[in-house]
């Protein structure tokens, strides 16, 4: 009984994995998205969906309105957030390497302090040139 209870959850838990994987790439779960141009929309996503202050990785993916992941070159992504009284402007530049599906980037950044981002990226590649600018609480 135990068994085929614990058999039943890893099912579901593979199940689930593979609906939100984006067509199996484990891009783990959706911090926000938002419109990139040419159709496209850009979301990030990390194991835990939160965005954090301090190191971390995350995955970028763009995506036809399908949801079908969507190859479009090279990518940039700058974290900025404005100057607020004395604290001056802050740009934390997110680095990416490809995945093994086109159109899902791995991303790497170290935010220097919790609060509002607005996270810039932008592209230029098959799918042509486009930016989109998601605004992003990092706790
Ligand atoms: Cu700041």
Known sequence: MLKTVAFLSLLTFT???????????????????GPAGNNLTATL???????????????????DQ??????VGSVALNFFMPAMGS????NNPASFTTTD?????????D???????QAQITY??????GKATITITAQ
Request: charged fraction near 15%; proline fraction near 3%.
């Open 15 to 33: 199940l689930l994995s593979f609906a939100c994987g984006g067509g199996g790439a484990s891009t783990g779960k959706a911090i926000k998205s």
């Open 45 to 63: 996503s990390s194991a835990d969906g939160v965005l954090r202050n301090g190191k971390q990785n995350f995955t970028l993916t763009f995506a």
């Open 66 to 71: 399908s949801g079908k992941a969507v190859d």
């Open 87 to 90: 604290m001056a402007a802050m």
């Open 101 to 109: 599906t086109p159109g899902v980037y791995a991303g790497k950044v």
């Open 111 to 117: 935010l220097e302090m919790a609060g509002e981002w």
């Open 124 to 129: 230029d590649g098959p799918a042509g040139k």
